[in-house]
């Protein structure tokens, strides 16, 4: 019997963005990544290993629109959310190195971001 597990993220990009193995960068938007896992026992340790994502778009009318099956990684997704996340940080100072972003939503942003990912 093959156990399988399913789990889905979601990050609103305000840049846009690339992913591995795909030529286009995609536009700044709400996206959600559907990862599947299959249970596998290697060197005598139980662990789930990537299978197959799903990615999709949502735009403001609605209803996600599936963009790849397969080729996408998740460490991947989760990297270009990290960068965009640095990006918004970024472009939110003022010259003189002042924050135009409260002290509390930094923090909520920052722990946002490293909330579930990992980062080799």
């Not at 799903?54 to 599936?66: D, M």
């Not at 099956?69 to 918004?88: E, K, T």
């Not at 924050?99 to 080799?120: Q, Y």
């Amino acid at each position: 019997m093959n156990t399988t597990r399913t789990t889905h993220k979601t990050y609103a990009f305000t840049h846009p963005f690339s992913l591995d193995g795909y030529a286009q960068r995609f536009l700044p938007g709400l996206y959600s990544i559907e990862i599947e896992e299959a249970l596998s026992s290697r060197r005598g340790r139980l662990d789930f290993r990537w299978v197959k994502s799903r990615l999709y778009f949502t735009p403001k009318s609605g209803a996600p629109i599936e963009i790849g099956v397969c080729g996408i990684d998740p460490d991947d997704f989760d990297r270009a959310a990290l960068q965009d996340g640095a990006r918004y940080l970024k472009d939110h100072r003022t010259v003189r190195g002042r924050s135009k972003i409260s002290p509390f939503d930094r923090l909520a942003i920052e722990r946002s971001e490293n909330e579930g990912m990992s980062v080799k």
